[in-house]
């Protein structure tokens, strides 16, 4: 087992899930990373590999930074695959970077902030699998400052959180919003 493997464990393990879906999704990713072979390389599709994502708020206007998503054609968080040794964190907020445009994002959690497991459709050739995403939350200070990134999205677009709940529409990301919400009031 890897030493990236290893630490991704202990931060699962020392991860306090807000309610039984986001328990059931510790548990599955979990499981995915102690049973699975390659679990966090994103050419495994059976049954699929950990992602990271970012959720990014400017705390002063109190909103969330949204991108409309080119492929998946959905309004989400930024995010993605992992990149060879590198940890969950460290590609939320690189991910973060290249799909903001934004240079200055901080952790504002110390560690994991919201875990989710979704399925994927099939997409230019990938089969459908799951993403066992390990999710965490960051501010900014230079929210002006955002420059999207054309590959990746159609949109970007800094919303109220109550509008971030009615753009993404599915209980995993109202989830992580109430939590936001509550950090940032």
């Known amino acids: ?16 899930p807000i309610d039984e879906t986001e328990e059931s999704h510790q548990r599955a990713i979990i499981a995915h990373l ?9 050419a495994r599709f059976q049954p699929g590999h950990i992602t990271a ?3 990014i708020v400017d705390a002063k206007s109190k909103k969330i930074l949204l991108h409309h998503h ?10 993605g695959h992992l990149e060879a040794s590198e940890s969950p964190s460290a590609a939320a907020l690189r991910e973060g970077r290249e799909e903001s445009g934004l240079d200055d994002l901080t952790l504002l959690v110390a560690g994991i902030f ?14 459908g699998h799951f993403h066992y995403d390990v999710r965490y ?7 002006q400052s955002i420059a999207m ?14 509008k971030a709940v009615s753009l993404m529409n ?4 109202t989830r992580a919003i109430a939590k936001i919400g509550k950090l940032i009031r």
């Open 137 to 143: 939350l960051a501010a900014t200070k230079k929210p």
């Open 53 to 55: 994502s970012l959720f």
């Open 170 to 173: 599915e209980e995993a990301s």
């Open 149 to 162: 990134d054309a590959a990746e999205s159609k949109e970007l677009a800094w919303v109220a959180l109550d």
């Open 34 to 42: 102690v049973h699975s072979k390659n679990p966090l390389s994103r």
């Open 1 to 16: 087992m890897s030493t990236a493997i290893r630490q991704l464990l202990i931060d699962l393990r020392a991860y306090k």
């Open 114 to 127: 919201d875990l989710d497991v979704h399925p994927i459709p099939e997409h230019k050739g990938d089969p």
């Open 70 to 79: 080119r492929g998946l054609d959905r309004w989400l968080q930024m995010g």
